[in-house]
């Protein structure tokens, strides 16, 4: 835990000095003192500090905190390390939601900062609640409601294509918004998804001694107590609603729900109590870093951070499960 709160404070100083403009760290500290004190000068590298890389310093760390959260529910949901929310169909089902918002707002000129948000969270509920209903009705839960998740998934994916087949001059910016990133990042969205991450870490800390129950078995956690079903549908709304919140706002990012949960219980083991908080910081500190690279990397174009984690992600994954030969999933 200190390696990772120094690796946030680390990650986040770098996001806030590199850039186009570059801010030396005294200069930072003083101006963001000064804005406390309400005495910020308002100049350009105010403008830039404050107004531009802070907000989305702080979307960024929210955004990957409730990914990998999210993904580390779904990993003990189906009591297997590498699941993640795309699985369930979660991740398509958000996608779907939010390109009909963007498209309906191009189409009826009405912009709400609310519109694409509540798309896809509403088409992320639906398409959770659709696969849980559709889960239950299996001989095994967690094998119903994966085989149900990726046909939605499938099917969701499939409607998103026939979407972007209308969007017509909107294509591009669409496309371009699905491939995930930050660059309109704004303290609308910060403010919204910093407390969705904090309560979500919140809850599943809640929710900690049951998880590690749940690991177990259906049986052996029937047999001490567990109300399993209950926590199922409390940690599929948690994956629904984190989920559906994170790709509206910043399209869809891959690998930090699969990688950050996975790589930090072969160090910390995986008792819930610790690996709750731990996943919370370590997705923060990569998506934090994955878009201060995003954005330095192509200056002064920008590279998708979704498409940066899936390159960086997918090999590391790979090293991880070599590393392992002959460990079962679950």
């Known amino acids: 835990m200190p390696a990772l709160l120094a690796g946030l404070v680390l990650a986040g100083l770098a996001g806030l000095m590199a850039g186009s403009v570059a801010i030396a760290p005294g200069e930072i500290v003083k101006r963001l003192w000064a804005a406390l004190l309400g005495q910020n000068p308002h100049d350009p590298t105010d403008q830039v500090l404050l107004a531009a890389r802070l907000p989305r310093l702080v979307l960024a760390a929210s955004v990957g905190s409730a990914l990998a959260l999210a993904g580390l529910a779904a990993q003990t949901l189906f009591r297997n390390p590498l699941a993640t929310p795309s699985i369930i169909g979660v991740s398509s089902g958000s996608a779907l939601g939010a390109v009909l918002g963007m498209l309906l707002a191009g189409r009826a000129g009405y912009s709400s900062p609310a519109l694409v948000p509540g798309f896809s969270l509403a088409s992320g509920l639906a398409v959770t609640a659709l696969v849980f209903a559709l889960g239950r009705r299996g001989s095994f839960f967690g094998h119903a409601l994966l085989l149900a998740g990726i046909a ?6 499939a409607l998103t294509t026939a979407v972007l087949y209308l969007a017509g001059e909107r294509l591009q910016g669409i496309v371009f918004w699905l491939m995930g990133g930050l660059w309109q990042a704004n303290w609308g969205d910060a403010w919204l998804m910093l407390p969705l991450a ?10 900690a001694p049951a998880m590690n129950v749940a690991l177990m078995g259906e049986r052996s956690a029937h047999d001490l107590g567990l ?10 709304v948690i994956i629904a609603v984190t989920t559906a919140v994170a790709v509206s706002l910043t399209g869809v990012i891959g690998f930090i729900g699969l990688v950050v949960p996975h790589l930090l219980r ?8 610790r690996l709750v908080p731990a996943t919370a910081l370590g997705g923060a500190v990569l998506l934090l870093l994955a878009d201060t690279l995003a954005r330095t990397l192509a200056s002064p174009a920008e590279i998708p951070v979704g498409i940066l984690t899936a390159v960086v992600g997918a090999p590391v994954f ?3 499960l070599s590393q392992r030969p002959g460990r079962p999933a679950a």
């Open 227 to 236: 109300n399993l079903p209950r926590l199922q549908r409390q940690l599929l």
């Open 266 to 273: 072969l160090v910390i083991g995986a008792d819930h109590r």
């Open 152 to 157: 939605i998934g499938s099917l969701c994916s």
């Open 318 to 320: 790979l090293w991880l």
């Open 198 to 207: 904090a309560g979500s870490s919140a809850g599943l800390y809640l929710l």
